[in-house]
């Protein structure tokens, strides 16, 4: 190898720098720019590596080679120690390979360390998902044809899958189907920001800073100087902080009609019974009006009658199985 020098025996060490692309390149750990300035040898074999300029700067040479784990192991004889700054795919085929010389016992092997430069802060993977979503909304013909109208009918099944990965308890769908509703989010906020309107724009950060000033704003108790000890005092702040952001002239406002029959039925008899109405249920003929009184007497005593009929249709739907299987 030419690039990096291969003096005198005894062993060093290697030192596998990674950062995150997520992070502004130059903003390394404490530790990492120690390693960087006493470090015998600084290789990385990305010339377009995005933390070169900010190295330099520094004055840490920095030289472009893409050594195999023989040369690296080499490189630091003399107790050398050789830095490799690692590419932002990572550098698996050093890594293998300076695992299968280790096991080899050829070579005397230099003390092999993972330094990370800098951390993925919680969340950082959502940047991700952006820009892909900006890639594919920019080059997928499909994608970039899907207005909010033609996207509605995925967030309500989406949703539906996301309540049946709960009810399942299965953790590895429950994840997978959090991320598909996380899709919708990103791919309604993607289609906003190209609305021809300014008041019909926006994107995926002003959701979330949306977010963030009501969750903060709803939770006094914890963000303010307000307390609550017990979960129905929560939610007592909830509702009062709520009534006061919404300024509704009736308990009923903010209801979403289209939502199911039965849901709809107990979100209507929460907001009467939170509000401290007394409403006679309305009287008919018909099974509607039945269900109706089943469903404000569910919710009364604490009960989701929608997860309940859904419970009791799951195990209608297994009883038909079981049938369809003895008749066959």
Request: proline share 5%; with cysteine; hydrophobic share 40%.
């Amino acid at each position: 190898m030419n690039e990096i020098e291969t003096p005198g025996d005894g062993v060093g060490r290697v030192v596998l720098l990674t950062t995150s692309h997520r992070v502004a390149p130059g903003l390394l750990s404490w530790a990492a720019w120690q390693t960087l300035h006493a470090a015998d040898e600084v290789v990385c074999a990305d010339a377009t590596h995005p933390q070169l300029p900010y190295l330099r700067d520094a004055g840490v040479a920095v030289k472009q080679a893409s050594p195999s784990a023989e040369e690296l192991v080499r490189a630091c004889a003399g107790g050398r120690t050789v830095v490799v700054v690692a590419t932002a795919e990572g550098d698996r085929p050093l890594t293998d390979g300076l695992a299968r010389l280790a096991g080899s016992g050829r070579l005397p092997m230099p003390d092999l360390e993972l330094l990370p430069g800098s951390y993925d802060l919680p969340g950082a993977r959502l940047l991700d998902l952006v820009q892909v979503m900006d890639r594919i909304r920019g080059e997928c013909p499909w994608s970039s044809r899907q207005t909010h109208k033609s996207l509605a009918k995925y967030g309500i099944e989406e949703a539906y899958e996301l309540v049946e990965a709960i009810e399942d308890g299965d953790a590895h769908e429950l994840r997978e189907e959090l991320g598909d509703v996380l899709l919708q989010v990103v791919f309604h906020a993607r289609i906003a920001e190209e609305a021809a309107e300014d008041d019909e724009r926006f994107s995926v950060d002003d959701v979330a800073a949306g977010i963030v000033e009501k969750l903060i704003h709803r939770h006094p108790h914890v963000f303010g100087e307000d307390t609550a000890a017990t979960p129905e005092e929560v939610k007592e702040h909830w509702l009062r902080t709520k009534a006061v952001e919404k300024q509704r002239d009736s308990v009923t406002e903010g209801i979403p009609l289209g939502q199911p029959a039965l849901a709809l039925a107990t979100k209507l008899a929460s907001r009467v019974r939170t509000a401290g109405l007394t409403v006679p249920l309305p009287t008919g003929d018909g099974v509607g009006y039945e269900l109706l009184a089943m469903a404000v007497r569910a919710e009364a005593e604490g009960a989701d009658p929608e997860a309940a009929l859904r419970a009791a249709a799951r195990a209608y739907r297994d009883a038909v199985r079981a049938a369809e299987e003895a008749g066959a």
